[in-house]
């Protein structure tokens, strides 16, 4: 897919890693639509991007969350990629996590990206592309993150079964299953304290590595154990 001129929806763009890769596509050349929550940092990132189309988004409303590719799609005249950043992380062993933060978690790690992307499938154009952010605990579960990684296994089990459906018609599916990055999102944790984390890896290659799977139709974006991450045609 052709990045310059594209059409991307950003869901999570009130995000670090959402704003940034909102940034980095209308960079690249594309017209780009955000959507989030906070409604100030929605409107200073649609200002920052040159009073681009923007619109407010609450996980919990699935039907609203299914409604927002077709809006972006009216919005832009048309829709090529849709990129979803939402998230939120809880921390503590499985016995001390609630059954509402395990709710919670899936609610806004897993049912509302794929309400989000399954919205944007019978209009995307051709070819076209679908990326979500999981996270590395996808492939390394970690202890004290079991909901959150249940969480995001989940959506990226998701992605992977869709992948296939979508590969004859044109559509590619990005899973970005990034390294932890300095975001402020553990901070931002609705329970549990962060244990320690490793070292972050570095957000503008995090972010350029998700735009290039975006316009290259890849499968995956992993860390390289080197600070940065790789991305991967095919899905393991
Ligand atoms: N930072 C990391 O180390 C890391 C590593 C791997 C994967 N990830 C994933 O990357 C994504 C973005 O993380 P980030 O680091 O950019 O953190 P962030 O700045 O806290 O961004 C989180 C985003 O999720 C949105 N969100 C949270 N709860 C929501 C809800 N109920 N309804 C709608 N939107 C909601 C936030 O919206 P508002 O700001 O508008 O409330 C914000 O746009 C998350 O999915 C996270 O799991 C992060």
């Not at 005249?77 to 899936?106: K, N, T």
């Not at 984390?197 to 290039?212: F, K, N, Q, T």
Request: glycine share 12%; hydrophobic share 50%; with cysteine.
């Amino acid at each position: 897919m052709e990045m310059d001129g594209a059409r991307i929806l950003v869901a999570g763009a009130t995000g670090v890693i959402g704003g940034a890769l909102a940034q980095e596509c209308a960079q690249r050349g594309a017209a780009v639509a955000v959507a989030g929550r906070d409604p100030d940092r929605l409107a200073e990132r649609s200002r920052a991007l040159g009073d681009c189309p923007a619109r407010g988004l609450e996980a919990y409303d699935l039907d609203r969350c299914l409604a927002l590719a077709p809006w972006a799609a009216e919005q832009l005249g048309g829709l090529d990629a849709v990129i979803v950043a939402i998230g939120v992380v809880a921390f503590g062993p499985a016995d001390q996590v609630s059954e509402e933060i395990s709710e919670h978690l899936f609610a806004v790690n897993a049912l509302a990206p794929m309400a989000v992307l399954r919205g944007a499938l019978p209009l995307l154009a051709r070819p076209g592309a679908i990326a979500a952010v999981t996270g590395v605990l996808v492939d390394r579960p970690q202890p004290g993150m079991a909901a959150y990684g249940a969480s995001k296994a989940a959506l990226s089990s998701w992605l992977t079964a869709v992948r296939t459906e979508q590969r004859r018609h044109g559509v590619a599916v990005v899973d970005a299953r990034l390294p932890h990055l300095d975001t402020g999102f553990a901070d931002r944790a609705v329970a549990g304290t962060p244990p320690g984390m490793p070292s972050p890896a570095r957000l503008d290659e995090a972010v350029r590595g998700v735009a290039d799977a975006v316009a290259a139709g890849a499968a995956l974006v992993v860390p390289d154990g080197r600070g940065g991450v790789t991305v991967e045609s095919r899905a393991h």
